[in-house]
């Protein structure tokens, strides 16, 4: 069956540092996948999108990598801030038109 | 308008009635997604318009779900016979172009909160 996997658990980093998340999908073979952020209590807003022929996409403090091999993204946030703080959500090309979200990573960036 | 907007934010409603949501997308827009977030959870399809038609409502979790669009623009989740687990935060999204060469980025709205007591 088609999953897309992201860290379950929190991830808690100091500020400065460079936060790197993780999505791993399954039965999948997207034309492009993208990554959105989403806060408490509203809905998830687009970040980045990256080509299945892109190896790497930039924007500000973002960066996006897309290894189809091995069939997974890493979103990187370098000198992070508080700011920063959200859940980020990986989401799949699928069919075209849809998109299937993981179910997101919490960020967490202490001072 | 701006963004996609979407009401009412909070709904709460008793077990057995109906409830309409809407969704107003960025106007021009032809692509209309409608999604589900359970606490906890990651968001679930429930289903696609490009423009008033509907290629794709494999996501309704039931026939107590139904969605219609109008004018190519405005659209309403209808949720009948509500159940406590039909409990989750609604969103909505829309898109410029929901074709297959497109980016199919989504712009989303803040979503309704449904509770069903």
């Known amino acids: 069956s088609q999953k897309i996997e992201q860290n379950s658990e929190a991830l808690n980093i100091q500020e400065g540092k460079t936060a790197t998340l993780t999505c791993n999908y399954t039965?999948?073979?997207?034309?492009?996948l993208q990554w959105y952020r989403q806060d408490p209590g509203r809905g998830p807003v687009f970040l980045l999108l990256?080509?299945?022929?892109?190896k790497e996409k930039r924007k500000e403090r973002l960066k996006v990598t897309f290894d189809t091999t091995l069939k997974q993204s890493l979103f990187h946030i370098t000198a992070s801030q508080p700011a920063d703080s959200a859940t980020y959500l990986c989401?799949?090309?699928?069919?075209?038109?849809?998109?299937?979200f993981g179910k997101g990573t919490s960020l967490l960036v202490t001072p | 308008g701006a963004g996609v907007s979407q009401s009412p934010s909070n709904k709460v409603t008793e077990k057995g009635k109906d409830v309409e949501l809407r969704c107003d997308p960025i106007?021009?827009?032809?692509?209309l997604y409608w999604y589900r977030q359970s606490l906890g959870q990651g968001l679930e399809f429930l289903i696609y318009?490009?423009?008033?038609?509907?290629?794709?409502k494999s996501g309704l979790p039931s026939d107590r779900f139904s969605a219609e669009r109008t004018g190519g623009s405005v659209s309403t989740l209808t949720i009948q016979r509500t159940q406590q687990e039909d409990s989750a935060v609604y969103l909505c999204?829309?898109?410029?172009?929901?074709?297959?060469?497109?980016?199919?980025?989504?712009?989303f709205g803040a979503g309704t909160r449904l509770s069903v007591l």
């Open positions: 999204a829309s898109s410029p172009q929901g074709l297959a060469l497109a980016k199919n980025i989504q712009y």
């Open positions: 039965n999948y073979s997207p034309a492009y």
């Open positions: 990256i080509r299945e022929n892109e």
């Open positions: 989401a799949v090309d699928n069919s075209g038109y849809a998109l299937n």
């Open positions: 106007s021009g827009h032809t692509a």
């Open positions: 318009f490009q423009g008033n038609s509907a290629p794709d």
